[in-house]
């Protein structure tokens, strides 16, 4: 998205040649000919999936984070066989989003044992 704006910009704004562009972003100047010619502004996003669509498994994915991690390190799933255990029982959400919901859950995990550890220490 950002080298098509810049050349763009470059092509609209500055009136900049064709290999001067090539030559300043150190690209083949096919390859800029070939972004001015699309017709696409940017990049196209897949539809945003909201964050409750995870969240209805709330339950289910801290029960499996929570075995996954009582698992030794080798043992342990990586979280994509998890999310395709969770898609089998209905769940729509997309990597990233059951990613995201992984990686707060592992914050709060290391909070805790922060804060215990802690505890221990000062009584």
Request: aromatic letters at 8%; charged letters at 30%.
């Amino acid at each position: 998205m950002a080298l098509l704006g810049i050349i763009q910009r470059w092509d609209i704004r500055l009136q900049v040649q064709l290999i001067e562009k090539a030559r300043r972003l150190g690209i083949s100047k096919n390859t800029t000919r070939l972004k001015l010619r699309s017709e696409s502004i940017g990049p196209a996003y897949s539809a945003w999936h909201p964050i409750w669509a995870v969240e209805k498994y709330a339950f289910l994915l801290y029960a499996l984070l929570k075995t996954e991690a009582a698992r030794s390190r080798k043992q342990r799933r990586m979280l994509k066989p998890i999310l395709e255990d969770v898609k089998e029982l209905g769940c729509e959400g997309p990597y990233d989003r059951v990613a995201a919901f992984a990686s707060t859950w592992r914050e709060r995990q290391t909070e805790r044992l922060n804060l215990s550890s802690q505890q221990k220490i000062v009584t």
